[in-house]
């Protein structure tokens, strides 16, 4: 990577605890590389072979090829309210360093905000935000902030929504840019992010809805603006599946960095379903070499109650992601009681799956030390 005074800036550290060495200026991940006009786009593959040559060279998708983190959601709650309004400092830091001492190679933590824990107690929650960020720059780690949600499971929606089906009505969202002024000032001062991450799948649930889909566009990208009048210098981008294509094409005007959710492994074992999904996953390549922005999966590894299985899926999926020279965030270090961070519980009748990597008793989950190996 060049920087401004054209010196060539080693985009990755030479050391995995250097987690300063992935710092990216807006400005870096703005100014575009190569052009990609004259580039054929690839069909689809369905050993989904990565682009080799001078095509990965001169792409700017790899430029966090080498990054390796985690989404951590803290043990003790299940929504975000939850775990804002009862921040617990001592349990927090303790699981950070058995994410550190266990994974030697993370160097970001993807960490999930909560505008409705804001709007029950701002004073509280932005006192517990800053205190997470601080805690995380302690342990020589950067944070990638998700601030608002789109996902929802077990039949709600664990750190709130924005409310996508009226989103538009609300113009122009004041009180939603209060909330992202006063968090990312607070957690600016208190920590190191590496990036920020507008909202997590934000479209869910209204992909076929042009208007709908078109005001949650027009949202993100005012948010995007304000999070810009704060940090001008740090990347900006939203978690999206990516493999719709779609969403790439709506969110490219106002993002840095695309963050993708392709989770290809795990759910779909059926050979016919299997291919599918690697053929999708060659079509989202394909268009983000087109576009040729960084790219970062910042959420991948679908979960399993059988810890074997987890584990094979692990192997699968982060060995596409290095094949593509894609850096990965999986979803997520610790047990929690938060949806799919869990085994089933008996006193519950939901259906639910377990994506932690370090167990409830604080020790690693058997296989799970395998993603030490990519």
């Known amino acids: 990577m060049k920087t401004d005074s054209g010196k060539s800036e080693t985009a990755c550290p030479s050391n995995p605890g250097d987690a300063g060495s992935f710092r990216m200026s807006r400005r870096q991940a703005m100014t575009l590389g190569a052009s990609v006009a004259g580039i054929a786009l690839l069909p689809s593959l369905v050993k989904s072979k990565p682009v080799g040559g001078q095509d990965q060279q001169t792409s700017r998708v790899t430029e966090y090829k080498d990054l390796r983190g985690f989404n951590y959601q803290p043990s003790?709650?299940?929504t975000g309210e939850g775990i804002w309004l009862h921040f617990d400092e001592a349990k927090c830091g303790q699981e950070l360093d058995q994410i550190r001492r266990y994974f030697p190679?993370?160097?970001v933590l993807r960490i999930w905000l909560s505008y409705h824990a804001w709007g029950i107690d701002r004073l509280k929650f932005l006192a517990a935000a800053g205190k997470m960020a601080a805690l995380i720059k302690e342990r020589k780690l950067q944070m990638m902030p998700v601030y608002f949600n789109g996902w929802g499971?077990?039949?709600m929606h664990p750190f709130g929504s924005f409310a996508q089906h009226w989103i538009g009505s609300q113009k122009p969202w004041t009180i939603y840019k209060q909330y992202l002024t006063e968090t990312v000032q607070e957690i600016s001062e208190k920590?190191?992010?590496l990036a920020h991450d507008?909202?997590?799948e934000p479209y869910n649930g209204y992909y076929w809805d042009e208007k709908i889909r078109g005001d949650i566009t027009e949202f993100l990208k005012a948010m995007a603006s304000e999070i810009r009048s704060i940090t001008p210098d740090t990347?900006?981008?939203v978690g999206s599946q990516g493999t719709w294509l779609a969403d790439l094409d709506m969110l490219n005007p106002f993002v840095d960095i695309f963050y993708i959710?392709?989770?290809?492994?795990?759910?779909y074992s059926q050979p016919d379903k299997l291919e599918k999904k690697l053929s999708e996953f060659d079509g989202m390549m394909a268009k983000l070499r087109q576009l040729n922005k960084p790219v970062i999966s910042n959420e991948c590894c679908w979960g399993s109650n059988n810890d074997a299985g987890r584990a094979e899926t692990i192997k699968q999926e982060l060995t596409l992601l290095k094949q593509h020279g894609i850096g990965f965030l999986p979803h997520a270090a610790h047990h929690?009681?938060?949806?799919?961070?869990?085994?089933p519980r008996p006193d519950y009748k939901t259906w639910s799956m377990y994506m932690g990597f370090i167990d409830p008793n604080g020790s690693i989950r058997s296989g799970h030390e395998i993603y030490n190996e990519f």
Request: contains cysteine.
């Open 235 to 237: 990347p900006i981008g």
């Open 261 to 267: 959710h392709p989770y290809v492994y795990g759910r």
């Open 198 to 200: 507008i909202s997590n």
């Open 105 to 107: 190679k993370c160097t």
């Open 76 to 78: 003790w709650g299940a």
């Open 191 to 193: 920590g190191d992010l």
């Open 153 to 155: 499971a077990e039949g």
């Open 336 to 343: 929690s009681w938060v949806a799919d961070l869990h085994r």
